[in-house]
């Protein structure tokens, strides 16, 4: 059985890292987490997160080095093709995604598993300020965006978009997903048998 693409997305200070961090933690040699390429200074480090310049990333994606490619927030993410190789090896990989590129990510993965975090607007904005890195204007910016990604819809055929919430402790978020992947598995590997 091949691996799956699970595809966590939610608002930057939903703690896609930690939930990352946890999950990678559960599922040993089972789960990869696939580094993110990021335009961003190195100076805003996290932990699966490699800075590169934009001139190197426009070479990656152009070059088809890229899995995934997508700009937010003024700056442009990728995921090596290597995962690829992981998920055949029947690896699940874990992405940080984005919640505006899900459906360009299902064209290329149709079977992947979205995962939204979602947290409360006034504990996000907290977590926003605390962290520092953005100014009230781009924080206000974030959550914007955020509630234009409150709901993501899905295809008919694709596997709905699971919202786990992170407002509370981190390893509640933690275990209600890693529930909910060691389900769909065992459904997935049901029906392949």
Request: hydrophobic content about 40%; aromatic content about 6%; charged content about 25%.
């Amino acid at each position: 059985m091949t691996g799956r693409l699970i595809y966590i997305m939610g608002p930057s200070g939903s703690g896609k890292d930690a939930v990352l961090l946890g999950l990678h933690a559960l599922l040993g040699k089972d789960g990869y987490v696939a580094p993110r390429l990021v335009t961003r200074p190195a100076v805003c480090p996290e932990r699966w997160s490699v800075p590169v310049s934009p001139a190197e990333f426009t070479r990656l994606e152009g070059g088809g080095g890229l899995a995934m490619a997508w700009r937010a927030n003024g700056l442009a993410y990728g995921v090596r093709c290597d995962i690829d190789d992981r998920l055949a090896q029947g690896c699940d990989v874990l992405v940080n995604g984005s919640r505006e590129y899900l459906h360009q990510a299902r064209r290329r993965y149709p079977d992947l598993v979205p995962v939204l975090l979602s947290v409360d607007s006034a504990l996000l904005r907290q977590r926003l300020t605390d962290r520092g890195r953005e100014n009230s204007a781009q924080i206000g910016e974030r959550l914007a965006r955020n509630a234009r990604f409150a709901s993501l819809s899905c295809p008919a055929d694709a596997m709905p978009v699971f919202v786990v919430d992170n407002s509370g402790a981190i390893d509640d978020a933690i275990r209600t997903l890693h529930v909910y992947l060691m389900r769909t598995r065992t459904r997935m590997a049901q029906s392949c048998g």
